[in-house]
Every structure is written in C-alpha cells, then in structure tokens.
C-alpha cells in the first residue's frame, strides 16, 4: 500500500532529509517547508519505506501538494 506525505502548508522546500530507498518511521523527518522566514517538518506519518520523491530544494509548495511517496515494508 502507498501513501502521499503531502504538504501542509504553503512555501518553498527548504530541504528534503531522505532518499529513495530509506525506511522510515512514524514522525520521522523528511522535508522542511520554508514559509514565511519560518521552517516546518514535513514528518512521516507513519513507517515505511521512501518510494518516490517528488520535490526538489526551492520548489513551491500549496496546501495538499504531493511531495513524497511512501510505501509499507
């Protein structure tokens, strides 16, 4: 099963702390959304394994914007 971390608040990726392949678990950092001079985690919301990454640093981000793929082990 998959699921989408999706983004939660508008801005620009400041960075994104994993790769394709990573496992994961459950409130785990992976992305931080840079909005307004402030930075956000993007965390897991559950564990598993990084299937796809879909944002790269300075993309631009809306609320429910798809930014990384998550697959169960």
């Known amino acids: 099963m998959e699921f989408e971390l999706k ?4 801005g620009l990726v400041a960075r994104v ?3 394709v392949g990573d ?5 785990q950092e992976l992305a931080v959304i840079n909005c307004m001079k402030m930075e956000s985690s993007c965390c897991s919301p559950k564990d ?4 796809e990454i879909l944002v790269a640093e300075w993309d ?3 609320v429910g ?8 082990e």
């Open 23 to 27: 496992k994961v678990t459950q409130g």
């Open 48 to 51: 598993g394994i990084v299937k």
């Open 7 to 10: 983004a939660h608040i508008p």
């Open 65 to 72: 914007t798809p930014m990384i793929i998550l697959k169960d």
């Open 60 to 62: 631009e981000m809306d």
């Open 17 to 19: 702390v994993c790769e």
